[in-house]
């Protein structure tokens, strides 16, 4: 089985920041692709940022410059650095991560979810 975990969402005062981890376990091989999306009230689900094994990263436009997304894979451990947050930022972030298992297998994985609030 495998598990990811996210941790460090609150509260934040705009301009504010905050450092979101994510953490993967179980019978982990490797891990291709991790990412994490955001989801506001009212709103679907948006892609905020992915990283590949290989190191390789993208954005959406509306976080570049102000997320950093980064991964430690000996640890299989990502995280965001969010600055100069603003109250548009608010949504529950989830990350999520494609795993090749020890078993052989292959799938899409997703957090639980943590929640950010920007707000004064």
């Known amino acids: 089985q495998v598990q990811l975990v996210e941790s460090g969402g609150g509260l934040v005062q705009p301009g504010g920041s905050l450092r979101l981890s994510c953490a993967a376990s179980g019978t982990i091989f490797s891990i291709n692709v991790m990412g994490w999306y955001r989801q506001a009230p009212g709103k679907e689900r948006e892609l905020v940022a992915t990283?590949?094994?290989?190191?390789?990263?993208e954005y959406a436009d509306s976080v570049k410059g102000r997320f950093t997304i980064s991964r430690d894979n000996a640890k299989n451990t990502m995280y965001l650095e969010m600055n100069s947050l603003k109250p548009q930022d608010t949504a529950v972030y989830y990350c999520t991560a494609h795993i090749n298992s020890r078993d052989l297998s292959a799938r899409v994985y997703w957090g639980q979810g943590t929640q950010v609030t920007v707000s004064s």
């Open positions: 990283i590949i094994s290989g190191g390789s990263i």
